[in-house]
């Protein structure tokens, strides 16, 4: 047999990764245990776990990696990045404690993957500690373990921390600063991403397509139309109009400062819109009362192969149902529930919802409805004393978000289920008095659970902070952050 160098071996692992190609990087992997001698060579070995954990069969980089005798800061670092990559936190984090056992020390790749694998958990906990070995180990002056510590901290809500790791930061780039545009935005603090971006442009930076996507989101939060219009003729003169995620910035910008117009000639322009573009444009019509033109943009899309993500489901429905075509309000709830089977027969599915809460460092999951917990009892009695006083300060259920055949009274039951609703009441009973309730949400906070949580951040005389995945949502004396938009 015609051998192979370890190094063009190597290399094809690499192509098996940049093609996506598992059938490659096995057959790879065959032919380098039929040529090469054990031990295998250190770096093939990277290769090996680098190609399997990247392409998500963990099970075998684990097993490649076991197999490996000198296990480098290299080796486990792929094999956390690779988790991290395919949304397996925990694992992430798992390992890198194992890597510790070994005494392997991180480095300037590690780093950024253990802050993300903390964010996307949102363990702000697990994060100082991380950012704390950055610091012992003297990586946190790096500019990307840096602008990774600040993402943390400002995706897990914490902002005096985010301002403090920004402002220490020794130098800062453009991934820095879009960082901290687009967490400003997120965080319901569209005002203060405005000022960065001048900031960031008279400093003598160079925006990319991410910072003018952040930007426009701003200028959408503040309903800034002059402003945005001004940034859209730099982008022009940037020379990124054609590109597709600017362009998807600019439909749903217009969109939102009622300019449908805009929103449908810049649309028009893309060249192959993606599925950001055809939600963008249907939101910007269902947010417009436009919605027949929504359902006709849906149809189109669905000509054209795209397939129908939750989202874009969502807004279809509400423009359906804001016509008549399902009249849902009018007690139809056959055609509902055909058009729910329909969408079910064609693989069309919404993800189910959960919702989260940290408390003493342990994670309580809930989903709707949701009577699993051992302090249940606590959690319902909680959630009674809540609808009773939400009630008598004037708080009515939107009934219209329980897609199913109920009695009214029944559809108030339905909707103070969810699993944000049962999360907030077990905090309120698990936290100490005036400690804010921080939860997390796998999906969008529908608009009862958002109405409702203003009501209670004003009656517990307490902050209430939901990181959906959008946004954050701050309710606190009765407002929220959003200022009802998200």
């Given at each position: 047999?015609?051998?192979?160098?370890?190094?063009?071996?190597?290399?094809?692992?690499?192509?098996?990764?940049?093609?996506?190609?598992?059938?490659?990087?096995?057959?790879?992997?065959?032919?380098?245990?039929?040529?090469?001698?054990?031990?295998?060579?250190?770096?093939?070995?990277?290769?090996?776990?680098?190609?399997?954990?990247?392409?998500?069969?963990?099970?075998?980089?684990?097993?490649?990696?076991?197999?490996?005798?000198?296990?480098?800061?290299?080796?486990?670092?792929?094999?956390?990045?690779?988790?991290?990559?395919?949304?397996?936190?925990?694992?992430?984090?798992?390992?890198?404690?194992?890597?510790?056992?070994?005494?392997?020390?991180?480095?300037?790749?590690?780093?950024?993957?253990?802050?993300?694998?903390?964010?996307?958990?949102?363990?702000?906990?697990?994060?100082?500690?991380?950012?704390?070995?950055?610091?012992?180990?003297?990586?946190?002056?790096?500019?990307?373990?840096?602008?990774?510590?600040?993402?943390?901290?400002?995706?897990?809500?914490?902002?005096?921390?985010?301002?403090?790791?920004?402002?220490?930061?020794?130098?800062?780039?453009?991934?820095?600063?879009?960082?901290?545009?687009?967490?400003?935005?997120?965080?319901?603090?569209?005002?203060?991403?405005?000022?960065?971006?001048?900031?960031?442009?008279?400093?003598?930076?160079?925006?990319?397509?991410?910072?003018?996507?952040?930007?426009?989101?701003?200028?959408?939060?503040?309903?800034?139309?002059?402003?945005?219009?001004?940034?859209?003729?730099?982008?022009?003169?940037?020379?990124?109009e054609e590109n597709v995620s600017v362009s998807n910035g600019l439909v749903d910008f217009y969109g939102k400062c009622r300019d449908t117009v805009s929103s449908k000639m810049i649309f028009d322009r893309i060249g192959s819109p993606n599925h950001v573009s055809w939600c963008s444009m249907l939101a910007a019509f269902v947010q417009n009362?436009?919605?027949?033109?929504?359902?006709?943009?849906?149809?189109?899309?669905?000509?054209?192969?795209?397939?129908?993500?939750?989202?874009?489901?969502?807004?279809?429905?509400?423009?359906?149902?804001?016509?008549?075509?399902?009249?849902?309000?009018?007690?139809?709830?056959?055609?509902?529930?055909?058009?729910?089977?329909?969408?079910?027969?064609?693989?069309?599915?919404?993800?189910?919802?959960?919702?989260?809460?940290?408390?003493?460092?342990?994670?309580?999951?809930?989903?709707?409805?949701?009577?699993?917990?051992?302090?249940?009892?606590?959690?319902?009695?909680?959630?009674?004393?809540?609808?009773?006083?939400?009630?008598?300060?004037?708080?009515?259920?939107?009934?219209?978000?329980?897609?199913?055949?109920?009695?009214e009274e029944e559809k108030d039951s339905e909707v103070w289920y969810h699993s944000e609703k049962i999360a907030l009441a077990f905090g309120l009973i698990a936290l100490p008095p005036g400690v804010p309730v921080r939860i997390t949400k796998n999906l969008r906070i529908c608009g009862d659970c958002h109405s409702a949580f203003k009501f209670?951040?004003?009656?517990?005389?307490?902050?209430?902070?939901?990181?959906?995945?959008?946004?954050?949502?701050?309710?606190?004396?009765?407002?929220?952050?959003?200022?009802?938009?998200?």
């Amino acid at each position: 047999m015609h051998l192979l160098p370890p190094n063009l071996l190597g290399s094809l692992l690499e192509s098996a990764v940049s093609t996506n190609s598992s059938i490659l990087g096995r057959a790879v992997h065959a032919l380098i245990i039929k040529t090469l001698d054990n031990p295998l060579p250190s770096f093939l070995c990277n290769h090996l776990v680098n190609m399997y954990s990247k392409l998500d069969h963990l099970d075998s980089a684990q097993y490649v990696l076991s197999q490996t005798d000198s296990r480098t800061v290299v080796t486990w670092t792929s094999l956390i990045s690779g988790c991290v990559q395919n949304g397996h936190f925990a694992a992430a984090l798992l390992h890198f404690s194992n890597m510790r056992r070994e005494c392997v020390q991180p480095n300037d790749f590690t780093f950024p993957c253990l802050f993300k694998a903390s964010a996307s958990l949102r363990m702000s906990v697990t994060g100082k500690q991380v950012h704390a070995l950055a610091v012992k180990a003297g990586q946190i002056r790096d500019v990307f373990v840096g602008c990774s510590a600040f993402d943390m901290y400002s995706k897990s809500g914490l902002r005096v921390e985010a301002r403090k790791m920004f402002d220490e930061m020794p130098e800062r780039n453009s991934a820095t600063w879009n960082a901290y545009i687009s967490n400003a935005v997120l965080d319901g603090r569209p005002q203060n991403a405005i000022y960065a971006f001048k900031e960031f442009v008279q400093v003598g930076g160079d925006p990319n397509a991410i910072t003018f996507c952040a930007f426009l989101n701003a200028c959408s939060d503040t309903s800034n139309l002059k402003l945005g219009c001004q940034l859209h003729a730099f982008v022009i003169r940037s020379g990124y109009e054609e590109n597709v995620s600017v362009s998807n910035g600019l439909v749903d910008f217009y969109g939102k400062c009622r300019d449908t117009v805009s929103s449908k000639m810049i649309f028009d322009r893309i060249g192959s819109p993606n599925h950001v573009s055809w939600c963008s444009m249907l939101a910007a019509f269902v947010q417009n009362s436009e919605e027949e033109r929504a359902c006709v943009v849906f149809l189109k899309a669905r000509e054209e192969g795209v397939e129908p993500t939750d989202f874009m489901v969502s807004i279809v429905l509400s423009a359906c149902a804001e016509i008549g075509r399902l009249e849902l309000a009018a007690g139809r709830w056959e055609e509902a529930t055909l058009v729910r089977k329909g969408m079910k027969d064609d693989g069309i599915k919404k993800g189910a919802g959960y919702s989260w809460i940290t408390v003493k460092n342990t994670v309580h999951v809930f989903q709707a409805k949701d009577s699993s917990h051992e302090r249940n009892s606590e959690i319902q009695s909680m959630l009674a004393k809540l609808r009773q006083e939400m009630k008598k300060a004037g708080y009515v259920p939107d009934t219209n978000l329980s897609l199913f055949d109920l009695e009214e009274e029944e559809k108030d039951s339905e909707v103070w289920y969810h699993s944000e609703k049962i999360a907030l009441a077990f905090g309120l009973i698990a936290l100490p008095p005036g400690v804010p309730v921080r939860i997390t949400k796998n999906l969008r906070i529908c608009g009862d659970c958002h109405s409702a949580f203003k009501f209670i951040s004003g009656i517990v005389n307490r902050e209430i902070i939901v990181r959906d995945n959008n946004r954050f949502h701050r309710f606190k004396d009765g407002g929220c952050s959003c200022r009802d938009y998200w």
